[in-house]
């Protein structure tokens, strides 16, 4: 069975790379106009500083009619976890927020940038367990159910285990 070749429109190329402090501004602007709250930005600073290994942005480049012709990278959306040591039960790794363009939230974008970090996340063995506290949305909170997070504690916490 051939492969069926799955294209956005403009047949544009998306990928995805850990982020860097050099992706403050991007991720702030992004932000603002996104459905999600912004962090302030010397925090989205720090995280990235901090904490690049567990960041994940996905990107876009349009088409160009030369190839060998300079573009920029459009920023989609982007993804930002925060490391804790835990309390003797092993590390946490916690979801501090994911962001998408208002004109993708109903592409799919959200959902593949999730679960592509998610996997990346498990992969790397970054942490035993990720969660995402205080989502108070009952349709995001299903949203991160049909990923793969299950709701405990009293908290109703979403956590999903790693390994």
């Not at 996104?34 to 990235?48: E, R």
């Not at 039960?89 to 208002?102: A, D, F, H, K, Q």
């Not at 349709?139 to 405990?152: I, K, L, P, S």
Request: aromatic share 6%.
């Amino acid at each position: 069975m051939p492969l069926k070749h799955c294209t956005l429109p403009h047949d544009t190329h998306v990928f995805v790379r850990p982020l860097t402090p050099r992706d403050t501004d991007a991720c702030d602007a992004l932000s603002a106009v996104s459905a999600t709250p912004p962090l302030p930005k010397k925090d989205l600073y720090d995280y990235l500083r901090r904490d690049s290994p567990t960041s994940l942005g996905v990107f876009t480049c349009p088409p160009l009619p030369d190839p060998l012709m300079p573009h920029a990278d459009i920023m989609l959306g982007y993804v930002i976890g925060d490391t804790d040591d835990g309390n003797g039960e092993g590390s946490t790794l916690r979801i501090v927020g994911l962001w998408v363009l208002p004109e993708q939230e109903t592409t799919g974008v959200a959902e593949v940038l999730l679960r592509g970090w998610c996997d990346r996340m498990r992969d790397g063995r970054v942490a035993r367990k990720i969660v995402k506290e205080g989502e108070e949305d009952a349709r995001r909170r299903e949203w991160y159910r049909d990923a793969g997070f299950a709701v405990r504690g009293e908290k109703e916490m979403l956590v999903m285990d790693c390994y």
